[in-house]
């Protein structure tokens, strides 16, 4: 048991060692940090003990493992956003159970942490913020775990996709029926105006979404 034990420190310390030491998340940081390596699940289980109290958002799927280290604009996006989204179903009166970053997974096969998630009656709603390139090819990632419909943020604009027929489809609009009256063009404009003015871009969205 003990040389076991310490096989599994030494594989552990050397599998750490495939990632950059300046990988490290501080607040300062206004742009996320990203890489992706090559591991099998076990690998990339051992990655995730590693980053288990850290602000990481780790992704693994074929082979792959994404670890980004999400910057203050990052946040900023994920989390406007999210509040728009809440904003709006609670304005209907309308229930949702938010998951956030709870990890994902179907164990060996795909793993991934959203930035923010929800389940809405009984569709799942995950949102990607996407400030980097070359990241793994998440609709596969999603796809692999039946998350039903995602929202991907990249250089100012929402592109939503909904899995249909075991395939996403590129949509103008939520299918999920809770969300389908949402303006998605208002949506943008108030995700946008979050940026610098939260209250601002709530009401924005109120406004043009009358109860």
Known sequence: MTLILEQSIVQKKALQQTIPSHLVFSDDDRLSQHIVISGQWEHFEMIQQGFEYSKAR???YDGRIEIIMPGRFHELFKRMIGLLIEAYLLDRQINFFPTSAMTQKVEKIASVEADESYEIGELKLSIEVRVTNGSLDKLMVYKALGV?????WEDGVLAIY???NDEYEKCDSSQ??????LDIAVFNQCVLMGETDRVKAVTTLRLAHPV
């Open 176 to 181: 999920i029926p809770q969300l389908s009256g």
């Open 148 to 152: 039903n419909e995602v929202w991907f």
């Open 162 to 164: 909904h899995l249909n």
């Open 58 to 60: 780790l992704s693994y």
